[in-house]
């Protein structure tokens, strides 16, 4: 069983840059692929970001390419989303997930956070 809480969201400026974090609970943090999805009002969940367990892979959805980077401490028990030049487009609520293997489907998660709120004004 892994618990996920996110944190780090809030309103920024475009251009501006957040840093998310999610702290997973449970021994087996270790041993699970973490992704990063969003959902904006009004359309689906979508990937974002996701890493290996070990932290040696890590995959971004094209929208954020270039401007997100996923990573995370395992000796923490958390798993980070730094996200640079936001724009409008990235608003959304965004939830971290865990799971076997770092995949961009919403099935290859066992375990989903509450979300966290991130807003980007023009």
């Known amino acids: 069983q892994v618990r996920l809480v996110e944190s780090g969201g809030g309103l920024v400026q475009a251009g501006g840059s957040l840093r998310l974090s999610c702290a997973a609970s449970?021994?087996?943090?270790?041993?699970?692929?973490m992704g990063w999805f969003r959902q904006a009002p009004g359309l689906e969940r979508v990937f974002v970001a996701a890493i290996s367990w070990h932290g040696y892979s890590t995959y971004n959805a094209d929208s954020v390419k270039g401007r997100f980077t996923i990573s995370r401490d395992n000796a923490k028990n958390t798993v980070y989303l730094q996200m640079n030049s936001l724009t409008p487009e990235d608003t959304a609520d965004y939830y971290c997930?865990?799971?076997?293997?770092?995949?961009?489907?919403?099935?290859?998660?066992?375990?989903w956070g509450q979300g966290t709120q991130v807003t980007v004004s023009s």
């Open positions: 449970g021994r087996t943090f270790r041993s699970n692929a």
């Open positions: 997930a865990a799971g076997n293997t770092a995949t961009p489907r919403l099935s290859g998660y066992d375990y």
